[in-house]
């Protein structure tokens, strides 16, 4: 056999490890891009999300809400409020992904500052639309009222050349002349006017001026003793001059608006709203007709403001009514915008017309206490039929006669309900509207009774240079009290609100009109008629109880509170950017303030929110944070 030779192997060296691979610039750049749609998917997806902060960590957006007053961002979700706090708390739940290439963060330039959307509290949105057409605010006699029409006629074409066609305005003061109410001839002068049926309301709309072509086409009249509420003003002889005071008002033949007219008022008035920052209005009378388009508006998505409707079923006089037949709307439609749940009713006039009912007679007309448009009897039947249609009831009193029949109506029907157990007044949240004129006594009442007092602090100023001579000194301590009226709310169990209103188109649409009413109870001019110091000062309003009664406040009187009037997490992300701090600068620059964003449900509705920070910067900046 042969032998086996040996061969000893050598082992083979171990491979050197790999080289570590790091990703090339290419796939870095392809990842971020790959990212960067990924997420811009995600929150087209989603809707608009974004964050909006305050400049240099200062907390300049003002939320108005106790427990957190006021912070430094905010984060928008889907329409609501995601997220509220300073950056780091805002930022703490997000994704990276989200942070770097997420939603847009904006940022406040020095000195601007976020309130929650604005509402008006009492306002009559289509009778603003149609004031703009024709207005008559400030004349200061009867022949720049005639000018006014004049110049009306020759702008618009359809008008000169149809002399048939009604002619309508707003907004004459005879307090601007000599105090006297103009007639029916003042309105013939001039050959352009003469022959055209003219409706002319008074600033307070509880007065009408008619041509003499309208008193042609009325006819006989009857007597002011057949007309419950209202008056005829008529001259020595007996005839009509051509001024009809309240329920008299509706003698006048005034042809309903036709649908280019219902379109035309809504857009500019909503216009108007959106751009001095109003996200909400609660419409203080609106009429069947009215409530049928607005309806139509909101189920075809075109009601870009909230609406909260006071209806007003029938005619004035209220007759046949039957509430519980009333449609409720509540967040109807798409955008759910409109709301129904609420009447209005009235119980008398309007103070610059002596209409207001007083309990003793005018101080500069002895011989009248006012008009009672309805009768004690008729009010407690009126606002019964309401509360057992499980309605809200909303009472126009100005004078303290109308204020204090409204609340012996509502004493008497509180005082039924806890009999049968039922003590929660926020369930009913009965309104008083402009609460305007008050016995002391009432001041008290219905402060006691929960009865929510719905003011307008521009009546105050408007009012204070006549308010004195026609209440005489003593009636007037109980009258425009609305620092008195929110602060003798003490009881722990009822929300204690002041929702603040303008009345337009009686008063000027900009909320910071009464904003800067309220607070400093002096004219856009700094006068008064005590001084540059303001008009019974002790009534002043707080700038943040201002602000809560034009936004918490109310949204509690429409019951929305739990949706609106903060920017509290999870409400609706309604709110304003204005150009300056509202709440600190000096009074006198409240009104020189501009609306540079209004905001509803997370989108803008007028103006813009500016630049966003690029993503890089973004980038860049969490990248510092988190080191």
Known sequence: MGSMSHVTMKASPEPPPPKRQWPSL????????????????????????????????????????????????????????????DYASVQQNRTWTERFFGPSIHTLSAGQIIVPGLADAHAHLLQ??????????????????????????????????????????????????????????????????????????????????????????????????????????????GNPTGIFLDNAMTLVPSPPWTPDEYTDYFNAAVGEALKYGLTSVHDAATEPDSVAFLKEMAEAGKLPIRLYLMAVPFAENFTGWEPSKLQRLVNYGPQGHLTLRSVKLFTDGALGSWGAALREPYSDKPETKGIMRSSPETMDQLIRAAWDAKLQVNVHCIGDRANEVVLDVFEAILAEEARHGQTDISVFRPRIEHAQIMQLSDLERISRLGVIPSVQPTHATSDMFYAVTRLGPERIKGAYAYRTLLELQTSPQRAHVLPLGSDFPVEGVNPLLGFYAAVSRLTPEGTSPHGDGGWFTNERLTREQALKGMTLDAAYASFAESELGSLSVSKRADFVVLDRDIMRVPVAEILQTRVLTTVIDGSVAWGTLGDSKPWWKRIFEELIYSW
């Open 26 to 85: 290419r796939w870095v750049l392809r990842s971020i891009a790959a990212a960067f749609v990924v997420s811009r998917l995600y929150h087209l997806h989603t809707r608009q999300a974004y964050t909006i902060c305050s400049q240099n960590a200062s907390k300049s957006i003002y939320t108005v809400d106790a427990a957190i007053p006021q912070a430094e961002c905010i984060s928008v979700q889907d329409g609501r409020i995601a997220a509220v706090g």
């Open 128 to 237: 603003q639309g149609q004031k703009m057409q024709l207005e008559l605010d400030g004349a200061a006699s009867i022949d720049e009222v005639v000018e006014r029409i004049k110049r009306y006629i020759l702008a618009n074409p359809k008008v000169h050349e149809d002399p048939t066609r009604w002619i309508r305005g707003i907004g004459w003061d005879q307090g601007k002349w000599d105090g006297k109410f103009p007639t029916a001839a003042d309105l013939s002068r001039d050959p352009l006017l003469r022959g055209r049926p003219i409706l002319l309301y008074r600033v307070d709309v509880h007065v009408s001026w008619v041509s003499e072509r309208v008193l042609e086409l009325m006819g006989p009249l009857p007597d002011d003793s057949e007309i419950e509420g209202g008056s005829i003003v008529r001259d020595s002889d």
